[in-house]
Structures are given as C-alpha cells and as structure tokens.
C-alpha cells in the first residue's frame, strides 16, 4: 500500500518533469517558455524519475504483477497531472515535491526503529 | 500517399468505432464492474455481512468448513446432479458459490452459501451477472452473445491501431486537455483517455479476444484435434481441464470427507489456494473429486488440478500446464480478468476501465458533435446523426442509470419474493430500454440532462438506501465508490449545463489567439483539405459565430 503511493507520487513527479519540459505546459505552469537548458533538465529528470518509480512496485508485488500495476498507477497519476494542469496548473507543480518528502518520510520510517 | 493512408485510418476509426461503439460502451462498463464482482455480490447480499460469526471448529481450516458446507447444501438441493461445483471463498471474499449441473444438461445452476453458519441470503445473481453480460450478454444464447462480444472486441482492436495512426499527434498532445474549445475539447479529451490508458486498452482488448480464441481461430484446433480423436473435447481436457462429466455408474456410494482431500492440495498448491472442487457422479460408486487451485499470487490462471476417487480418496490424476504455451495463453488471462491482483493494483484496474468507458462516450458524442454541425449547414439534421445522438443518450447516461437501478432493485424488492434473481436482471434491462424511450420525448440536451441528473441521484442516494433498508453501511468501500461515480455523472450533467450559459465569447477569442500549427491539425483532423493559415482562421473564427444561435 505504502509502495504502491510511493509509486504513484514518482510517477506523478515523473511525468510533470516531462510535461514541464515542453513549451505548451511550461507556458501554462510557469507563464513564460523556459531555455532549452532548464527544458532538457526537466526531461533527463522526469525519465529518470519514471525509471526509479518501478522499484518499489516490484518490490511490493514482485516482477510481473509489479509491471502491471506499474504502467496502471502511471495511467492513473497522468490523468491527475492532465487534469491539474488544465484547471491548477500551479497545484500541478507542488504536487511534484510530495514525491521527496514521502521517499524521505518512508525511508525515515523504516530506519527509526 | 501519406496523407491518403492517414485520411483512409480516420475513416476506419471512425466507421469502426461508431458502428460498435454503444456496445463497447456498455462492455467496458460491465467489464470494469465485474473487476469487483465478488464484492458486489457480497454487497447485494448483505444478510452474509451482518449475520458473520465466524465459528471456528477445532482442527479444521475455514476453508475445509466452508467446503463442507457447500456440499451439504449441494446434497440437499441437487442430489441427483452429474456434477457438483463449488468456488470456495478466498481471502477477499466470504463468498462461497455453489453450482450444479443435471444429467443431459449443459446447463449449471448456481447459488451463493455463506462460508459457515446457516445464514439465509437474498437470492442474487450479484456481480457475476455484469461478468457474464460482459462476454456473452442477455437473453441470447450464450453463442451467440459471445459471437456478438468477439465481433466488437474485433473491431476495438481495429479502431484502436487506426485510432493511434489517425491521432497522430497524441505523443506531442500527451498532457493536453483544453476545456471550453468544443470540438477541440471533446477531441482532448478522447485522445487523452486513450493515451493515457493505451497499454490497459490494447493489453485488455487483445487478451480480450485471447479469451475467445477457439471461437474467433479455431483452425489449428480443428486440424490438429480431428474428429475421429474426440475433437474440440480432447482440446478442451488438454489446454484447460475440462471434461465433461464420466457417466455413473449406477451403484448408490456415499462421498469421502473433503477435509482430507483439500489438506492434500493445499499440500500442493501451497497454503489456501485450493479454489475450486469439482464433484462427478455425487452419491455414485463411480464419484470423483477435483479439486483445481486458485491463482494465489500468479499472474497466470492456468489451472492445477488433483483428482481423487470420490468414494475411497485415492489419488487418481494431477494436472499441470507448465508448458510456454500453457503459460502464455495463462498470462494473457489472467492479465485480462486480473484475477491475481492486489487491491491498489485492482483499484488501478477499475479506474483504467472507467477511462476505457469514457474514451468510446468521447469517440461516440464527438461524431454527433461533428455531424450535427455538417448537417446544421447543409439546414436539415438527417435521420443517421437523430440516431446516434439518440444511442449515445440511451447508452452512455443510460447505462449507468441501469446499473444503479439493480442495486436499487436488489434493495427494494421483497427478500423472499419469488424469481428474485431473474426479477432483478429483469429490471435493470427494463429500466434501461426506458432510457432508451426517454429521449423520444425530450429535445437531445434536455435528455442528456435529465439522464445524468437522474443516474447520479440514483448513486449517490444508494447508500442513504442501503442504510434504511439494511439498518447499517454493510461495506462503506462500495458506498464510496457509489458517491464517487454519483459525482462523476453530477460533473457531466453540470458541465452540459454551464456550456449552456453565454460563455462562447471569451472561448471565441481563444481559438482567435490559437497558434497556427494547432488550428490546422484540427481541421485537418475534420477531413477538410489543409488551408493557408489566414483563411483557416477566418473559417474557425465563422465556425464558433456560426455555432453561436445553437449553444
């Protein structure tokens, strides 16, 4: 349970790193269109993030039902960021930082004993 | 060429889509409702909920009582079956279910028994009559049912791969919705829910038809199974473990304990994931027992079987497809009826099948949307672009009406009343043609209005319902869910509702402002030949002034 919200926060976080990386959605969250430098960070980040976001779905259900829960809380998180950035596209961004601290609150968690 | 192949796609995608569409609607809804199907059973039984103590006798597994039960019941209503059948409840329900099937009969009759104790439930046909309306319909032969279903299932996958050819900018939109543009709109929103779901769609549509495979592709089978050898029954014994029923053999014999038996399994299988017990011959000296093992955690449902001498106990035969083909055709399965999955990965499931739903509703009111406006030109609305807006009103804000409608049914009516479980099955296709009926009477807007209102007031009262009639919240995870789909269809109707109101002028002003490259997509989208940009403007800007006396 505690993996499977994990999951779908960096998945969230992922694929708002990927939407900010394109000017439509930039112009919408941030009212300007950013560099090619900031745009490229948000891409390698925003693939990276979609890359680690599998782990604790397969640790939480193993390899093969962890795949398929996986692209299913990336399905669903992408409809919550699709429909924040059309009707609170700032909300849309500070969604983004409740991947970290939740990574940091778990890990906290299960190192205090 | 290109630009030909791509028109020729559209034209596919829409053709395909439209001529299915209202059944692929009501598929996906029956489909994803029957993700839950245990649970909704559970839910319209709620006698089986209240009543629960759970008597636990020494020595002996839930599950063995359980199976107990179920055959004492079994041997009280169809002594003389050729074959007993019980699903023994698993760890996400208390449901037990009973089956059985009389001699000379393909035909199963099935009950639901509580897991212990002598609980007396309503008799429903719960969640398992969305399962079955979900591949092989109602009120036609299963056959036929399942030929109608596959012929969809076809045709989904057809307008899926030229769904994905003729939006082509999907991957460039993939973040995009854009409310109050209209057409424009409806298109974000049908590209979007299916992007964002397109592994669930293609994953849930091919092994969809993988499911019916030995109807849909049944030649290799054919060939390599002839006749002489048994035919298709050989093949049904080999890929699943499933044989009819041996004849008796006339000698009365009483039945060996299953609590034995089932430790064996459970031996086997591995703690609890025996599922199913099958009973040949009961009260036969010819009797014989399988017993088939659940998925437990495993994505395959191919199955695992022991068989054992129904009188002595012997271990007669085990079972196993291990095989990569076994396996395969498992997967794929297991996958579509997700029998294996955890609760989030369920929960994700149903949300993915609820934007299935919402991407044919999208698919099927954008051709309304785009039609009305050709003929409104052209100054007469033709009897085809009627039809379909009709369908889509009985179909898309009808059909959760009739969902709603059987678990008020299931409420409502006497618990003892006889027929019960036809009588429900009955009212929700009842209520549903009268949706169906409604818009006959209404101009089209205030049909779609009065439908959502209504289906959303029959979800989200259910659980006020289920609180007078039952006296208590029997399970407050369905009551959420209802509130949440009552809210779902209270936004559509709220949303027909604002775009009534004068809101066109500032949406006007945008598409105006709309950069270049978006504004010819669209309209190369809508099958006109690409225009010089300024000329295209004009056309737009025309376009929403033209709309304007309609909205």
Wanted: proline fraction near 6%; charge should be positive; charged fraction near 15%.
């Amino acid at each position: 349970m505690m993996a499977a919200v994990l999951c779908a926060l960096m998945t969230y976080a992922g694929l708002a790193a990927l939407s900010l990386a394109m000017h439509r959605h930039q112009n919408e969250v941030f009212g300007k269109a950013l560099r090619a430098g900031p745009s490229r960070m948000f891409r390698y980040a925003g693939v990276l993030l979609l890359a680690v976001s599998i782990i604790p779905c397969v640790h939480a259900w193993g390899g093969p039902i962890g795949l398929v829960g996986w692209f299913g809380i990336m399905t669903a998180s992408a409809t919550v960021l699709v429909l924040l950035l059309q009707f609170a596209p700032r909300p849309a961004l500070y969604l983004c930082w409740l991947a970290p601290a939740a990574a940091l609150a778990l890990a906290l968690s299960s190192a205090l004993p | 060429m290109k630009n030909g192949f791509r028109q020729s796609m559209a034209w596919l995608h829409t053709w395909a889509g439209l001529l299915v569409g209202w059944m692929l609607f009501a598929i996906f809804i029956s489909g994803t409702a029957a993700y839950y199907r245990s649970a909704i059973t559970e839910w319209m039984q709620p006698e089986r909920l209240i009543g629960q103590t759970r008597t636990a006798d020494a020595g002996k597994s839930p599950q063995a009582v359980a199976a107990e039960h179920a055959l004492a019941r079994l041997a009280v209503v169809a002594p003389h079956a050729s074959r007993w059948m019980v699903d023994l409840p698993d760890g996400r329900s208390a449901v037990g279910e009973i089956a059985w099937q009389m001699p000379g009969s393909a035909r199963f009759h099935s009950e639901s028994v509580a897991a212990s104790g002598n609980v007396k439930v309503r008799a429903t046909k719960g969640g398992d009559f969305f399962y079955e309306f979900h591949y092989r319909l109602h009120y036609v032969p299963p056959l036929i049912g399942s030929w109608i279903v596959s012929f969809c299932a076809m045709f989904m996958l057809i307008a899926i791969v030229s769904g994905v050819i003729t939006h082509r900018r999907i991957f460039a939109d993939f973040f995009t919705f854009r409310q109050g543009k209209g057409q424009r709109s409806w298109l974000d929103a049908h590209t979007a829910s299916a992007v964002l779901a397109l592994p669930y769609h293609t994953m849930v549509t091919y092994t969809g038809l993988v499911t019916l495979m030995t109807m849909l592709m049944p030649w290799g089978m054919l060939d390599r199974y002839p006749q002489k050898d048994g035919g298709v029954m050989t093949f049904y014994a080999e890929a699943y473990d499933f044989a009819n029923p041996a004849p008796a053999v006339g000698k009365p014999a009483t039945l060996v304990a299953i609590a034995p038996l089932l430790a064996q399994a459970n031996q086997r299988f591995g703690e609890q994931t025996a599922r199913r017990i099958w009973v040949d011959q009961p009260g036969d000296a010819g009797a014989r027992i399988k017993i088939t093992r659940g998925t437990g955690d495993r994505i395959s449902i191919s199955t695992e079987s022991i068989t054992f001498n129904g009188v002595t106990g012997q271990r007669l035969a085990t079972y196993a497809r291990d095989d990569v083909t076994g396996q395969t055709a498992g997967v794929m399965m297991g996958l579509h009826e997700a029998t294996f999955a955890p609760p989030f990965v369920r929960a994700v499931y149903f949300i993915s099948g609820l934007i299935g739903a919402l991407m044919v509703a999208t698919g099927l009111i954008m051709w309304a949307i785009k039609h009305r406006q050709k003929s409104e030109k052209n100054g007469r609305i033709g009897f085809g672009t009627r039809l379909v807006e009709h369908l889509n009103i009985a179909a898309i804000a009808g059909m959760p009406i009739a969902v709603a409608a059987y678990f008020w049914a299931n409420r409502l009516l006497p618990v003892d009343v006889a027929m019960r479980q036809k009588l429900e099955i009955n009212l929700f296709f009842a209520v549903w043609a009268l949706t169906a009926i409604h818009p006959l009477l209404r101009k089209s807007r205030r049909a779609w209005l009065e439908q959502l209102f209504f289906g959303a007031a029959l979800f989200v009262l259910l659980p006020a319902l289920d609180r007078i009639t039952v006296g208590t919240w029997v399970m407050p995870s369905f009551d959420l869910v209802c509130l949440g789909l009552g809210a779902i269809l209270a936004l559509c109707a709220l949303f027909l509702l604002r775009r009534r109101s004068p809101r066109r002028k500032p949406a006007a002003a945008k598409t105006r402002a709309e950069p270049a490259p978006h504004t010819s997509n669209h309209t190369a989208h809508a099958h006109t030949p690409p225009q010089p940009e300024p000329s295209t403007r004009q056309a737009a800007v025309r376009h929403t002034l033209h709309k304007e006396p309609t909205q």
